[in-house]
């Protein structure tokens, strides 16, 4: 069992549509979670981060963590066809000395 | 801010030669650089993590004398493939944090390798 799945898709969505996307994980010892957005061909940007459980908004993206679950959500209102990328989850556990898990990435498609 | 560039962008080279890529943090000093590899369709492997001055640190089934990583300064890190060879091809992304913050990690934009 990977630590962590994401589904690949792709996720095709017309223009304002709310998008889900959606990590499941398998230690409990992850502490953090990030949501990296990537381009084609460019290097991952850090969407946001969450530590523990709870929710965390920024603009139109919401993260969101269930550990009880082992389930993250990064949700997208209002949709545009600039947030066409892969969204990857990427987790942490043991703190500051610990290393990035990341999952496979989910691709988006926005269409206008 | 927290800007981190690579260098180069894209690079051909053939079988038996060395490649150097380049990893800087442009208005931070990393006390962390990571090297990471990324086939396509597929996520971020962690090679390496490196601190300034200190030898790196490989993940398992990374070779070390390939892969050859030196952290010279806070601003910059330095990736070696030695020998390359086409499996070598790949595209390869350091990211860089300071004070060690690993769930803070800026990206830079990717080198890709192309190996003949």
């Known amino acids: 069992q990977k630590e962590v799945e994401q589904d690949p898709g792709p996720l095709s969505v017309p223009e304002g549509a709310i998008v889900s996307l959606n990590c499941t994980y398998s230690n409990s010892a992850f502490q953090y979670f990030m949501w990296y957005r990537q381009y084609s061909r460019k290097g991952p940007e850090l969407l946001m981060y969450t530590y523990s459980s709870g929710n965390k908004e920024d603009g139109r993206f919401t993260a969101q963590v269930d550990k009880s679950s082992k389930y993250i959500s990064l949700f997208i209102r209002d949709s545009q066809p600039s947030d066409s990328a892969t969204y990857l989850c990427a987790l942490l556990a043991g703190g500051q000395g610990g290393k990035l898990i990341f999952g496979q990435g989910t691709e988006l498609s926005v269409k206008p | 801010g927290a800007v981190v560039s690579q260098h180069p962008s894209w690079v051909i080279c053939k079988s038996g030669t060395s490649v150097k890529i380049e990893c800087r943090s442009l208005d931070f000093q990393a006390t962390t650089m990571f090297w990471y590899r990324q086939f396509p369709k597929q996520s971020l492997m962690l090679m390496a993590t490196?601190?300034?001055?200190?030898?790196?640190?490989?993940e398992q089934g990374v070779e070390k004398d390939k892969f050859l990583i030196n952290h010279a300064s806070l601003t910059l890190s330095t990736l070696t493939v030695t020998s390359a060879h086409p499996e070598d091809s790949s595209f390869y992304i350091c990211?860089?944090?300071?004070?060690?913050?690993?769930?803070?990690?800026?990206f830079g934009p990717g080198t890709r390798l192309t190996v003949t």
């Open positions: 990211s860089a944090s300071w004070d060690d913050y690993r769930y803070e990690q800026y």
């Open positions: 490196s601190n300034e001055g200190s030898k790196a640190t490989y």
